[in-house]
């Protein structure tokens, strides 16, 4: 291999602050980030799939699920991960013409469908817009 870039990276294993889903829309990359550390949560394991909740909640394949879930179940058991922060975002494009409220539902549904499956997580939903993010109660 031949060096392409010098960076020193932390080599010890880390407890992650949180698992983040959230949609790969690079609009919304920064405010996240901000969200994120503004919350306090530096090191998280961040799943970022188009469309993020949809995965879960109404994936196009059944594997898709299966698939996100074990990423989640990895950041529990490498990371000891106990917090996930699943967000959906407006004019997502995994949900062409869709309300917010309709990706809300599929964020909480997700999140369901996350502590079903690992139970020892909390799950906090949110739902990304132009001017900030908001909490799924
Ligand atoms: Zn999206």
Excluded: W
Aim: glycine share 6%; hydrophobic share 45%; net charge negative.
């Amino acid at each position: 291999m031949e060096k392409a870039f010098h960076f020193d990276s932390p080599a010890e294993v880390y407890k992650a602050d949180a698992c983040v889903l959230s949609c790969f829309d690079y609009r919304f990359i920064l405010a996240i980030r901000k969200f994120l550390r503004r919350r306090g949560l530096g090191a998280v394991d961040h799943i970022q799939i188009p469309g993020s909740a949809k995965a879960l909640a109404a994936p196009d394949r059944e594997s898709d699920r299966d698939f996100v879930l074990s990423m989640v179940c990895a950041s529990v058991r490498l990371h000891a991960s106990e917090r996930m922060l699943i967000l959906g975002h407006n004019e997502c494009g995994a949900y062409p013409g869709a309300s917010p409220e309709t990706v809300a539902a599929d964020v909480a549904r997700a999140a369901e469908i996350v502590r079903a499956a690992e139970p020892s997580l909390t799950v906090e939903c949110y739902f990304c817009d132009f001017d900030g993010v908001y909490r799924i109660s």
